[in-house]
């Protein structure tokens, strides 16, 4: 069943996810998508979130879902590749071409920063062996292509080849 995504028909839904939901959120950013996760939040403020943003909240939580002042989708499986792959059928994410555009730990969206300018920051081998950086101007962590960046590829290829 596919949902219809709330701002406009051309814009990539929003997401907030309950406190369950952590390691979802890390993979819908990484995706591209702009998700916001608490770790400890009232379901009452969250909803107020999601109103005033206009974000869809994704949540384990049958009575959360059952709320009817927001848009929620509830999330039976407990796996974060069939929450994914249930996402992704749900709102048509498959062909979102954003990934590794935003910050997994705060959501920001990424930046573009030269060598030079974090060189001091950068473990000897990271130093050696990359060139191309992204930079979250709000939490300042550092990204670069390394071997957790292709373990995350592997991943996602993994969770989109599935969702053909």
């Known amino acids: ?3 219809s995504v709330t701002p406009g ?30 770790s400890h939040i009232e379901d009452n ?8 943003e206009k974000r869809i909240i994704l949540t384990r939580d049958r009575d959360l879902s059952q ?3 927001a848009h929620t989708l509830l999330l ?15 709102y048509d994410l ?4 954003a990934h590794f555009s935003r910050c997994i730990v705060c959501n920001t969206p990424l930046q573009v920063i030269e060598k030079e300018k974090i060189i001091d920051s950068l473990p000897e081998k990271v ?26 590829v592997a991943f996602l290829e993994d969770v989109l080849k599935d969702n053909t």
């Open 67 to 69: 709320r009817k002042n």
């Open 127 to 152: 130093k050696k062996y990359f060139d191309y950086f992204e930079y979250c101007p709000t939490c300042d962590r550092i990204y670069w292509q390394g071997d957790h960046y292709r373990n995350m």
């Open 76 to 90: 039976k499986p407990t796996e974060t590749k069939t929450q994914l792959k249930t996402l992704i059928d749900c």
């Open 94 to 97: 498959k062909e979102h071409p």
């Open 9 to 38: 028909k051309n814009d990539s839904p929003k997401f907030i996810a309950d406190c369950h939901l952590g390691k979802l959120a890390k993979y819908l950013r990484l995706m591209g998508f702009d998700t916001l996760f608490f």
């Open 45 to 52: 403020k969250l909803i107020t979130i999601a109103n005033e």
């Open 1 to 3: 069943m596919k949902y």
